[in-house]
């Protein structure tokens, strides 16, 4: 482990993936992270409970800019990250991702010229609907080092003009994310008890983006093919997701789903590897398809993560696709599983957090 000072590299991050994914570099890191979190994300739920499952300190500092418009956020958050940077001049500031925290750490970063780094660069679903699209092309752009999991992430980056030592291939941080937690196959087993499943025999579901939530007919749409698989489908809803149901009034639909809070990290790996199929709008949902080796239809107008479709993942627009699909699936899915467990991921070999902080004591 390189010898950086006490605090010196400032972690920002704000959601759950980013608690995720930047997990074994926080602990690495050990007394030289000053973690700083933006607040993006506030319950329990999708916070507080991850940073005690990853055995991570509190953060530093906690912002709270969540519940705001994505103008608000970024704005509120790099003006207060600005202050600390004064304050407190770090020698890094590590961001992750494509979020509004993200954004709002590489502006602050850059307007007090300290070192950035971006972890996962170089992602592009080339949509500009997506506000992620826009928040990880600044990133990319303004980062000093982009530390990229895949060789497609390599090839957009020099596409954009960013290459030489800016760029470092890596590996993705949820490689070690997911070993260091995936629990035994007996605890497996007791969590299909748990949430009334068989082991093998259920669907494991998540939507939160607003492409497919914000719409009422596209959200109704998306509950209408899962309640007629015909298997049982649970379904962790994130904040958004619920707000958006209630709004939309699809409490009937909801309820012939085994509809739950989000899940704690160990047990939602848990379930995805005992999970006969996965149907996800998820961005890190899309690369543990491919470490835990189950299957995975991608509700998405466009996806980032091309590395796993028509390998672990195929992707599908909301609506009747998704049953067509997932039949399918689910009618050869043991071949399916078989053929799956003996492919390897695109993401690396578990040290992306070490080589990403290799390069940062190389600068
Ligand atoms: C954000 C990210 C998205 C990421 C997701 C991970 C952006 C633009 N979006 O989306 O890329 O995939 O996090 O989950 O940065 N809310 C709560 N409690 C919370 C957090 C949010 O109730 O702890 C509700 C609030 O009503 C909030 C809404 O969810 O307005 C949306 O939250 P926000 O963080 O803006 O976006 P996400 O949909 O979570
Ligand atoms: N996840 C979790 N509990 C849940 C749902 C998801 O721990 O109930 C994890 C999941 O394993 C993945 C991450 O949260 O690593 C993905 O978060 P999300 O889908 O909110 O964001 P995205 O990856 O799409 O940005």
Redesign the pocket.
């Known amino acids: 482990m390189p010898d950086f000072p006490s605090k010196s590299i400032a972690v920002v991050l704000g959601t759950?993936?980013e608690i995720?994914k930047l997990s074994e570099i926080i602990k690495l890191l050990g007394d030289a992270a000053w973690v700083i979190h933006t607040g993006q994300h506030y319950d329990a739920k999708l916070s507080g409970s991850f940073f005690t499952e990853l055995g991570l300190p509190e953060p530093d500092v906690f912002l709270s800019v969540g519940g705001s418009s994505r103008g608000v956020q970024i704005g509120d958050a790099t003006m207060r990250l600005d202050g600390l940077f004064a304050d407190h001049r770090p020698d890094a500031v590590v961001v992750q991702?494509d979020t509004n925290a993200v954004l709002a750490g590489s502006l602050a970063a850059n307007a007090r010229e300290v070192t950035l780094v971006h972890i996962e660069a170089g992602l592009r679903s080339h949509d500009r609907a997506m506000p992620e699209e826009h928040n990880r092309v600044v990133a990319d752009h303004l980062s000093d080092i982009c530390c990229a999991p895949t060789q497609t992430n390599v090839d957009n980056l020099e596409a954009e003009g960013i290459t030489g030592d800016r760029v470092v291939l890596t590996g993705n941080t949820?490689v070690e994310a997911v070993h260091g937690l995936l629990p035994s196959a007996s605890a497996r087993i007791a969590l299909c008890a748990e949430h009334g499943v068989e082991p093998g025999e259920f669907v494991l579901s998540?939507f939160?983006r607003p492409e497919n939530v914000d719409n009422p007919a596209t959200y109704r749409a998306i509950l209408e093919q899962l309640a007629a698989l015909g298997v049982p489908v649970v379904l962790?809803l994130?904040p958004r997701s619920v707000k958006r149901a209630e709004q939309h009034g699809l409490g009937g639909l909801l309820s012939q789903l085994k509809v739950v809070e989000?899940?704690?990290?160990r047990d939602?790996?848990g379930l995805e590897a005992e999970s006969a199929l996965l149907i996800s709008d998820?961005?890190?949902?899309q690369e543990?398809a491919s470490i835990v080796k189950r299957p995975l239809i991608v509700v998405r107008n466009s996806t980032e993560r091309p590395e796993v479709i028509g390998t672990f993942a195929e992707r599908v627009l909301p609506g009747e696709d998704i049953g067509t699909s997932a039949r399918a699936i689910l009618d050869d899915l043991e071949a399916i599983h078989e053929r799956l467990g003996n492919m390897d991921s695109p993401y690396g070999d578990g040290t992306a957090s070490q080589q990403s902080i290799n390069a940062i004591a190389q600068r």
């Open positions: 759950r993936p995720i991702g949820i998540t939160h962790p994130h989000p899940i704690g990290y939602f790996l998820s961005g890190g949902v543990e």
